[in-house]
């Protein structure tokens, strides 16, 4: 089992930001001999990234965490309120909102979001794990 690690890479309220953050995170899970968990990892990030940026104005941020074996994948911003609640998989493909949640339920084996404050900001934290095993 490796150590812990943790990376936090703050990113500007821009579409852009998430191929970004799934770059990023390519090279991290790369780097950390995770190359396995990268398909489904980008998946996830970039679903609660683009919540993050093309649904408030403010900053956010990509954290990720491996411990015991799991990834925790996270996406901070600056609204409080909480996430959409997920829609389903099964509805039609322009439905409104709903899917990227859908698809980070179906495909993660947790997740879950949390009220934090980063930066001066109220805001929150939505996130998901999957198992390294």
């Known amino acids: 089992m490796s150590d812990p690690w943790e990376y936090s890479l703050y990113i500007p309220c821009d579409p852009r ?15 950390h001999g995770l ?3 990268v398909d489904t990892a ?3 990030a970039s679903e609660l ?3 993050a940026v093309l649904h408030t104005k403010g900053p956010a941020c990509l954290r990720l965490r491996f411990r015991d074996g799991v990834l925790q994948i996270g996406a ?4 409080p309120e909480p996430p959409e609640p997920p ?5 039609p493909a322009d439905a409104e909102s709903g899917r990227g949640m859908a698809l980070v339920r179906a495909c993660s084996d947790l997740w879950h979001w949390q009220p934090l404050s980063r930066m001066g ?5 939505v996130w998901c794990e999957l198992n390294a095993a």
């Open 42 to 44: 980008e998946l996830l």
């Open 49 to 51: 990234v683009s919540n």
């Open 121 to 125: 900001h109220r805001g929150k934290l």
């Open 35 to 37: 190359i396995h968990l």
């Open 76 to 79: 901070w911003d600056a609204d």
């Open 87 to 91: 829609g389903r998989l099964e509805e």
């Open 17 to 31: 930001a998430v191929t970004v953050c799934r770059r990023t995170l390519r090279l991290i899970l790369t780097l």
